[in-house]
């Protein structure tokens, strides 16, 4: 079993910046392909981003290009994910995810493909 926990969610106004963190443990970190996803109210589980075991790939959904990036330390066993220009569209409970399947061959933003997933962080963004 691998565990994550989400941490740096919290209240910020638009146009405010937000670090999350994603710490991994019981499994080799650097195995696996992560991701973030996004649960806003009363809307479905949404992808935002992911990256590859090494860090050299990454991809982004369309709405959050050029203000997002997701990164990985894998001597620390974590995943951030950078959040800036946040709007209020952006309010959402975000969490991470990993696969242990190769990054080049899955489905990326299809949330089946990850076999673990933390709890979540709450992001509130104000107008």
């Known amino acids: 079993q691998m565990q994550l926990v989400e941490s740096g969610g919290g209240l910020v106004q638009a146009g405010g910046s937000l670090r999350l963190s994603c710490a991994a443990s019981?499994?080799?970190?650097?195995?696996?392909?992560m991701a973030w996803f996004r649960q806003p109210p009363g809307k479905e589980r949404e992808f935002v981003a992911s990256?590859?075991?090494?860090?050299?790939?990454?991809d982004y959904t369309d709405f959050v290009k050029g203000r997002f990036t997701i990164s990985r330390a894998n001597a620390r066993n974590t995943l951030y994910l950078q959040m800036n220009s946040l709007k209020p569209e952006d309010t959402a409970v975000y969490y991470c995810?990993?696969?242990?399947?190769?990054?080049?061959?899955?489905?990326?933003?299809?949330?089946?493909?990850?076999?673990?997933w933390g709890q979540g962080t709450q992001v509130t963004v104000s107008s």
């Open positions: 995810a990993a696969s242990p399947r190769t990054y080049g061959t899955i489905v990326k933003t299809n949330a089946r493909n990850y076999d673990y």
């Open positions: 019981g499994r080799t970190f650097s195995a696996y392909s």
């Open positions: 990256i590859s075991w090494s860090g050299s790939t990454t």
